[in-house]
């Protein structure tokens, strides 16, 4: 599912600004990575979903927001989104974490191993770890749901926002390279964990690629299990 876009990704950076949180989107390296800097606004506390590529890209996202960062979370143990986490993690002293049955295959040492039903404090910002296993045993995503007291510009009271890796993309799951298992237990997993519980409004924020709402995704659900992938 992961299809490489044609990107410059020495573009702009993409900013979301929310009540509490900003949102940088930078698309790096040859495989077209999407990674996600979150920033708490009223603390300057910084997490970096996948530092995948281009290490001096990363830097300098991570000093258009507020030049610290607290912790760089790996979606997946695949290599497209690691391979700029020594450097990255080298040069700001940042924690990692990553699922736990991923850490083992992801070459720098994860400080902290995340399961289904974890959270992440990131100053006074929370994120959900979301467990989306099949595209790997490990893969996690991340849950930012906008509190009931949001007053900014465009924020919506109750909206998530889903850092879902290589899980869930635009048209489909993620590749679970033909393995019928796998596939039934992302697509379960998918289902029960993301379009069960949230609204039509959350905003999708894949490993690659354009973005999505879970609300123009959902009508195909069954039409994903029907053909396996």
Do not use: K
């Not at 990674?35 to 970096?48: E, F, I, V």
């Amino acid at each position: 599912m992961s299809t490489p876009r044609d990107t410059d990704t020495a573009g702009p950076t993409d900013l979301t600004v929310l009540d509490d949180l900003e949102i940088r989107t930078a698309c790096v390296g040859p495989m077209s990575n999407n990674a996600y800097l979150l920033t708490c606004r009223g603390t300057g506390h910084q997490l970096l979903v996948d530092a995948a590529d281009d290490a001096d890209r990363l830097m300098g996202l991570i000093h258009e927001g507020t030049g610290r960062l607290d912790l760089v979370v790996t979606t997946h143990s695949h290599r497209d989104h690691h391979g700029a986490l020594a450097t990255v993690v080298g040069a700001t002293s940042s924690t990692t974490a990553a699922g736990a049955d991923d850490a083992a295959e992801i070459p720098v040492p994860t400080g902290r191993l995340l399961r289904h039903g974890d959270t992440i404090d990131v100053g006074r910002v929370t994120f959900d770890v979301v467990a989306l296993r099949g595209h790997t045993p490990g893969s996690v995503s991340l849950v930012y749901t906008e509190p009931s007291s949001v007053q900014a510009a465009g924020a919506v009271p109750g909206r998530a926002h889903v850092f879902t890796g290589d899980s869930l993309f635009p048209g489909g799951v993620g590749s679970t390279r033909g393995d019928h298992d796998r596939f039934v237990q992302l697509i379960d997993d998918v289902t029960e964990r993301v379009f069960d519980r949230y609204r039509d409004d959350t905003q999708v924020y894949p490993g690659h690629g354009a973005g999505t709402t879970l609300g123009a995704e959902r009508p195909h659900l069954d039409e994903w299990r029907a053909r396996g992938w």
